[in-house]
T-cell receptor, first 113, second 114 residues
Framework: AQSVTQLDSQVPVFEEAPVELRCNYSSSVSVYLFWYVQYPNQGLQLLLKYLSGSTLVKGINGFEAEFNKSQTSFHLRKPSVHISDTAEYFC???????????FGAGTTVTVRA | DVKVTQSSRYLVKRTGEKVFLECVQDMDHENMFWYRQDPGLGLRLIYFSYDVKMKEKGDIPEGYSVSREKKERFSLILESASTNQTSMYLCASIPSGSGHNEQFFGPGTRLTVL
């Protein structure tokens, strides 16, 4: 079984500032890692995913994440946020031989002008 | 584009009612999932199905059941709704096989049980 810990429940940030959302996971098997975003009153949308290969993955809307196997982390970053990035962000993991996802508790990002 | 639809965006029911939440996907995916989303808890897996007529319990199946009579449709059933089942319910699907990696989500149904 896998589990995910998102270390920050709320992250307030000013427009054009950088943001980092922290995610740690645990698993006894090799994993696939995901970040999803949920804008207000909408469903979940995939931001990016790590399957294998390069540990730095780039996603939509200028987001990127780095997989660190030794630290079992998959932190999400954006160098300069916009008001429209205000949303809830979920880190998720699944075993590479399974289809079930385990989610973190979510991080609410509020971008202020 | 993959489309996952859920029968209602908002639903209000009374305690003790039987509630059906429907999910339909149009891309012939084998695997379907029901989650509930609560503030501070993220998404938790209720039930999933790897094929027609198949169902398996997730992490929080108590008080719920499911039905998968057709490949494209996965129904979540609250046999006797209770106030602690007030939540956002999300359906997702993913095809089997390598190269298919992310789940596709529906828009969600916000259920209120009074």
């Amino acid at each position: 079984a896998q589990s995910v810990t998102q270390l920050d429940s709320q992250v307030p940030v000013f427009e054009e500032a950088p943001v980092e959302l922290r995610c740690n996971y645990s698993s006894s098997v090799s994993v696939y890692l995901f970040w999803y975003v949920q804008y207000p009153n909408q469903g979940l949308q995939l931001l990016l995913k790590y399957l294998s290969g390069s540990t730095l993955v780039k996603g939509i809307n200028g987001f990127e994440a780095e997989f660190n196997k030794s630290q079992t982390s998959f932190h999400l970053r954006k160098p300069s946020v916009h008001i429209s990035d205000t949303a809830e962000y979920f880190c998720a993991v699944r075993g590479s031989n399974d289809y079930k996802l385990s989610f973190g508790a979510g991080t609410t990002v509020t971008v202020r002008a | 584009d993959v489309k996952v639809t859920q029968s209602s965006r908002y639903l209000v029911k009374r305690t003790g009612e039987k509630v059906f939440l429907e999910c339909v996907q149009d891309m012939d995916h084998e695997n379907m999932f029901w989650y509930r989303q609560d503030p501070g808890l993220g998404l938790r897996l209720i039930y999933f199905s790897y094929d027609v007529k198949m169902k398996e319990k997730g992490d929080i199946p108590e008080g719920y059941s499911v039905s998968r009579e057709k490949k494209e449709r996965f129904s979540l059933i609250l046999e006797s709704a209770s106030t602690n089942q007030t939540s956002m319910y999300l359906c997702a699907s993913i095809p089997s096989g390598s190269g298919h990696n992310e789940q596709f989500f529906g828009p969600g149904t916000r259920l209120t049980v009074l």
